[in-house]
């Protein structure tokens, strides 16, 4: 089966600049997931959707990111505007379900570098 | 709250030998437990996880990990090492009875199998 792809893999951009990501998951996953990964520390989410539901965006900076998934396939995650501390891999993952015992399925990840 | 912990950033090990990675955990209740790979450029790989049942997990690559719930564990292990083995590896833990199906991911542990 095909993986989760992600888009662009990579990108650079000013400060104060905006920057979007997009994320398709594994076909029939009902939760998406985005995490943040800054370099030399483990990934942390930002959000995670059910189907096109918001579940958890607790850890997502609201002032400056946001994410959607319209359709509860494929999903957005936008910075606006982006600031230095905003340089990370972006991960997006995928699941069957959440609440389960089941492992995410990560993309490849879109490296952010914000001059 | 959750925590997982990652005492060694670095781990070198000679081909061929026995590797070790650890991993300690903190969490409510009994915990989902995971390990996954990362290669450079790439996104996370899932290797193996504990749910219940058997203290000792086998998953992908030759890997296996021993759950010990007394010293709050998850060792990652493998018995003899090879040079494709170098890689960063994550443990995540996450508490089952959350609504949320988000993992909390140690720091890492590099790994460098040396020819």
């Known amino acids: 089966e095909a993986g989760v792809a992600q888009s662009p893999r990579y990108k650079i951009i000013e400060k104060r600049q905006s920057v979007a990501f997009w994320c398709n998951p594994i076909?029939?996953?009902?939760?998406l997931y985005w995490y943040q990964q800054i370099l030399g520390q483990g990934p942390k989410l930002l959000i995670q959707?059910?189907?096109?539901?918001?579940?958890?965006d607790s850890q997502l900076p609201k002032d400056r990111f946001s994410a959607e998934r319209l359709k509860g396939v494929d999903s957005t995650l936008k910075i606006q505007p982006a600031k230095l501390e905003d340089s990370a891999v972006y991960l997006c993952?995928?699941?069957?379900?959440?609440?389960?015992?089941?492992?995410?399925?990560f993309g490849p990840g879109t490296r952010l570098t914000v001059l | 709250a959750q925590s997982v912990a990652q005492p060694e950033d670095q781990v070198n090990v000679a081909e061929g030998n026995p590797l070790t990675v650890k991993c300690t955990y903190s969490?409510?209740?009994?915990?989902?437990l995971f390990w996954y790979v990362q290669y450079p450029n790439r996104g996370l790989q899932f290797l193996l996880k504990?749910?219940?049942?058997?203290?000792l997990v086998k998953g992908s690559y030759g890997f296996e990990a021993e759950f010990n719930k007394s010293q709050t564990s998850f060792h990652l292990k493998k018995p003899s090492a090879l040079v494709s083995d170098s890689a960063l590896y994550f443990c995540?833990?996450?508490?089952?009875?959350?609504?949320?199906?988000?993992?909390?991911f140690g720091t890492g542990t590099r790994l460098t199998v040396i020819p």
């Open positions: 993952a995928s699941s069957f379900v959440a609440g389960g015992p089941d492992e995410q399925f």
């Open positions: 076909s029939g996953h009902a939760t």
């Open positions: 959707f059910q189907n096109n539901g918001v579940v958890d």
């Open positions: 969490v409510s209740g009994n915990p989902y």
């Open positions: 504990y749910i219940t049942g058997d203290n």
């Open positions: 995540a833990v996450r508490e089952p009875y959350r609504g949320a199906n988000n993992l909390f």
